[in-house]
T-cell receptor, first 114, second 115 residues
Framework: EAQVTQNPRYLITVTGKKLTVTCSQN?????MSWYRQDPGLGLRQIYY???????DKGDVPEGYKVSRKEKRNFPLILESPSPNQTSLYFC?????????????FGPGTRLTVT | DAKTTQPNSMESNEEEPVHLPCNHS???????IHWYRQLPSQGPEYVIH???SNVNNRMASLAIAEDRKSSTLILHRATLRDAAVYYC????????????????FGKGTKLSVIP
C-alpha cells in the first residue's frame, strides 16, 4: 500500500532534549516536506526536499533541521525543543515538485514540549 | 493575503449533493486549483485538482468557472465520512520559493453532514 509513515505518533518531551521525528514513503517520490499545524494558523511548511541531498527552508524553519540522505526518508530534527514547538506535525511527499503533482500526507505526530 | 476565499462552514444532509465554493479572483494562467480535505485526527488527503476544464474522479467533481476566478467542489452524495475541513488551494510558482510549488493552506470550509 502506498503510504507515508511517521514515528512516533505522539511524543511528550522536555525543553532542550533533542528529538527526531522519522518520516518514510514507499512511493519513490522525489519531493518531501514537513508541515506543522496549529489552531488558527493552519498548516505551514517547515522544510522541503526536492531530492536526495537537496533541502530548503519553508515558511517556518527556525528551530528545525532536516536531512535527506536517501530518497525514502526525511527526518525532522529538533536540536533543542522549546514549548512554542508544541504542535501537530505532518510529513508529506509527492512524485515530483511540479504544480500538478498530488501530495500524500502522513498520519501526523503530536508533539508536546514542556 | 488570502489567495482563496471559502465559507467557514457548510452543512449538508446525508446522501444529498454538496457544492463547496471557492473564490480565487487573482488566479494566474498557470495556477492549478487543488482541493484537499482533512478528516478529524488525520492528515490532509488529496481530493482533486484541475487547471481549466472540469474534472471528475471517484471522490468528487471539480467545476471551474470559465474565467477561472472561482471553482466548486462537488460531492455527489454526501456521507458521514465526508465530514471534514475542505481546502481550496492554488498551486503556482508565484506562491512559493523557486521550484517548491508548496501547498499553502488557508482556513478551509468545515463541512458537517447531518444523518
Amino acid at each position: 500500500e502506498a503510504q507515508v509513515t511517521q514515528n512516533p505518533r505522539y511524543l511528550i518531551t522536555v525543553t532542550g532534549k533533542k528529538l527526531t521525528v522519522t518520516c518514510s514513503q514507499n512511493m519513490n517520490h522525489e519531493y518531501m516536506s514537513w508541515y506543522r499545524q496549529d489552531p488558527g494558523l493552519g498548516l505551514r511548511q517547515i522544510y522541503y526536499s526536492m531530492n536526495v541531498e537537496v533541502t530548503d527552508k519553508g515558511d517556518v524553519p527556525e528551530g528545525y533541521k532536516v536531512s535527506r540522505k536517501e530518497k525514502r526518508n526525511f527526518p525532522l530534527i529538533l536540536e533543542s525543543p522549546s514549548p512554542n514547538q508544541t504542535s501537530l506535525y505532518f510529513c508529506a511527499s509527492r512524485l515530483y515538485p511540479g504544480q500538478a503533482s498530488k501530495e500524500y500526507f502522513g498520519p501526523g505526530t503530536r508533539l508536546t514540549v514542556t | 493575503d488570502a489567495k482563496t476565499t471559502q465559507p467557514n462552514s457548510m452543512e449538508s444532509n446525508e446522501e444529498e449533493p454538496v457544492h463547496l465554493p471557492c473564490n480565487h479572483s487573482t488566479i494566474s494562467g498557470t495556477d492549478y486549483i487543488h482541493w484537499y480535505r482533512q478528516l478529524p485526527s488525520q492528515g490532509p488527503e488529496y481530493v482533486i485538482h484541475g487547471l481549466t476544464s472540469n474534472v471528475n474522479n471517484r471522490m468528487a467533481s471539480l467545476a471551474i468557472a470559465e474565467d477561472r476566478k472561482s471553482s466548486t467542489l462537488i460531492l455527489h452524495r454526501a456521507t458521514l465520512r465526508d465530514a471534514a475541513v475542505y481546502y481550496c488551494i492554488l498551486r503556482g510558482l508565484a506562491y512559493s520559493g523557486a521550484g517548491s510549488y508548496q501547498l499553502t493552506f488557508g482556513k478551509g470550509t468545515k463541512l458537517s453532514v447531518i444523518p
